[in-house]
């Protein structure tokens, strides 16, 4: 009997490994990384942020967007253990739409952190697409490389309300909205938008805006002035080509025309190129023994919907 009770916890032991396993490579995104140039034993030269899908904190779906998304969070802390590591330059891979404009910010806001201290270059690398809040980051980088056909720009801000009264009207259902203030329930989709709430949301849309101006032009400077920014600051898209007549760009070519201006900015000859997206060892034992839980009970997305939908408005770059 002792023999078989230790045989039942040893197979619910395997079983909950495999399970957990199996779940924690299903949360894996399948894209394929951009190539690195990685030699196990040597410390890396230059560090690797991938930034590909939508832009949020978290990086896991919500209203701001469908599809893959990028978590900031872990940008941010794969900016710091480059800058411990001591690397010599950070090369950000980008194929984003963009995403939320507090998240895009707070990468851009890392990244000139670093290229402020002069220690460590910075260069992106733009894909399909690096365009709104995917260019916000690019701006970051002390060069930008597009590709020609990389669609890019879509510098602005917007704001979306829907109005589903009408809907709500033909299937029979109302709603009481009880609140402290006039504007608490802003851009709420149960009534028509009021003339005082698009004002406010209008002021709302054009700080975020001049702060993205305003950013781009930092991380840009001498290269841009505003006239010549304010031109194509207007939400258009451009090609690669495109933005390096418009010098949203330095210059265009692929990811490995990316990497030697990596090895020119930072001198580098034969620089071991290592992902700083991918999780250290550490956090991979931590994800791996959690289980995944919080991603693995069928309430979750649920949930989170009911948490999303506290959030009065989706403010996207």
């Not at 590591?85 to 806001?109: E, F, H, M, T």
């Not at 980088?141 to 009264?165: C, E, F, K, Y």
């Amino acid at each position: 009997m002792w023999r078989q009770d230790r045989l039942i916890a040893l197979v619910l032991i395997v079983v909950c490994i495999i399970a957990a396993l199996g779940n924690w490579l299903g949360n894996v995104p399948l894209q394929a990384p951009a190539p690195t140039m990685d030699t196990p034993g040597r410390p890396a030269d230059v560090a690797l942020i991938p930034i590909n899908g939508v832009i949020t904190f978290a990086g896991e779906s919500s209203p701001l967007g469908g599809g893959a998304t990028i978590g900031a969070q872990a940008v941010l802390r794969s900016i710091r253990r480059a800058e411990r590591d001591k690397v010599k330059a950070i090369l950000v891979n980008i194929n984003s739409p963009g995403g939320s404009a507090a998240a895009s910010q707070a990468i851009y806001r890392e990244l000139m952190r670093v290229r402020k201290k002069g220690d460590i270059k910075i260069v992106a690398a733009m894909a399909d697409v690096a365009a709104s809040g995917g260019y916000y980051v690019a701006a970051a980088a002390d060069h930008i490389v597009a590709n020609p056909s990389t669609i890019t720009g879509s510098i602005g801000v917007i704001v979306q309300v829907q109005n589903l009264t009408d809907l709500l009207k033909k299937v029979g259902i109302q709603t009481v909205t009880v609140k402290s203030g006039k504007f608490k329930d802003i851009a709420s989709p149960l009534r028509p938008t009021t003339p005082g709430e698009i004002d406010l949301l209008k002021d709302f849309v054009n700080q975020s805006y001049q702060q993205f101006v305003d950013a781009i032009l930092e991380g840009r400077k001498g290269k841009i002035n505003r006239e010549e920014l304010e031109r194509v600051a207007d939400g258009r898209i451009l090609i690669g080509s495109a933005a390096l007549k418009a010098k949203l760009v330095d210059s265009l070519g692929n990811y490995y025309d990316a990497v030697e201006q990596v090895k020119k900015l930072a001198d580098l000859q034969d620089p071991v190129i290592r992902n700083y997206l991918a999780p250290d060892w550490r956090e991979s034992l931590q994800e791996f023994f959690s289980f995944r839980w919080a991603n693995g009970f069928p309430d979750q997305p649920l949930r989170r919907l009911v948490e999303w939908n506290k959030i009065p408005l989706a403010l996207m770059e």
